[in-house]
T-cell receptor, first 109, second 114 residues
Framework: DQQVKQNSPSLSVQEGRISILNCDYT??????FLWYKKYPAEGPTFLIS?????DKNEDGRFTVFLNKSAKHLSLHIVPSQPGDSAVYFC????????FGTGTSLTVIP | DAGVIQSPRHEVTEMGQEVTLRCKPI?????LFWYRQTMMRGLELLIY????????DSGMPEDRFSAKMPNASFSTLKIQPSEPRDSAVYFC????????????FGSGTRLTVV
């Protein structure tokens, strides 16, 4: 069974607006969470992470929020840019990581 | 550094044939991971190695799949015999050490079994 779920396969957002990508996990023992970005014909690249001792981590336009009680994390991108159009994977784990199915983000100019 | 190098980029093979995917991790990275990407299941971890030793192969779908890491700079994922349902993109990733959070992925091998 999927230990990490991304329930929205796709998302479209206007340039300049906020993109919010969501992710749920099932294992309360997971202590680290990652977001990866993937362009077509390329491997995923690391974007941002958060450990279970925090509830927010910010890096420029990207912010990840963690709600441990709900086993939920989200990635906020603001302002969204056309170059952000890609597939975003969340991952959770510790020594090894379990990935979700990905959300395809399209930022419309 | 050239990053994680996978070969071939694309592989088309007939059902029943043996397929071998190759991966060269980043020099100095001690952990290596094989993932499979499908629409239904996203990125599935198949197996990972630490210091060339397989640590967890519980994600390997069945006995037709095998992986080896004979040395720190090379790993293979073999499917024998291949089936159409094995068609997917296979990624190799490496990281500095077990538990290190930053994985570097290769560009993947797109496998099509007809």
């Amino acid at each position: 069974d999927q230990q990490v779920k991304q329930n929205s396969p796709s998302l479209s957002v206007q340039e300049g607006r906020i993109s919010i990508l969501n992710c749920d996990y099932t294992n309360s023992m997971f202590d680290y969470f990652l977001w990866y970005k993937k362009y077509p014909a390329e491997g995923p690249t690391f974007l941002i992470s958060i450990s279970s001792i925090k509830d927010k981590n910010e890096d420029g336009r990207f912010t990840v929020f963690l709600n441990k009680s709900a086993k939920h994390l989200s990635l906020h991108i603001v302002p969204s840019q056309p170059g952000d159009s890609a597939v975003y994977f969340c991952a959770a784990g510790g020594n090894q990581f379990y990935f979700g199915t990905g959300t395809s983000l399209t930022v419309i100019p | 550094d050239a990053g994680v190098i996978q070969s071939p980029r694309h592989e088309v093979t007939e059902m029943g044939q043996e397929v071998t995917l190759r991966c060269k991790p980043i020099s100095g990275h001690n952990s290596l991971f094989w993932y499979r990407q499908t629409m239904m299941r996203g990125l599935e971890l198949l197996i990972y190695f630490n210091n060339n030793v397989p640590i967890d192969d519980s994600g390997m779908p069945e006995d037709r799949f095998s992986a080896k890491m004979p040395n720190a700079s090379f790993s293979t994922l073999k499917i024998q015999p291949s089936e159409p349902r094995d068609s997917a993109v296979y990624f190799c990733a490496s990281s500095l050490r077990e538990g290190w959070r930053g994985y570097t992925f290769g560009s993947g091998t797109r496998l099509t079994v007809v």
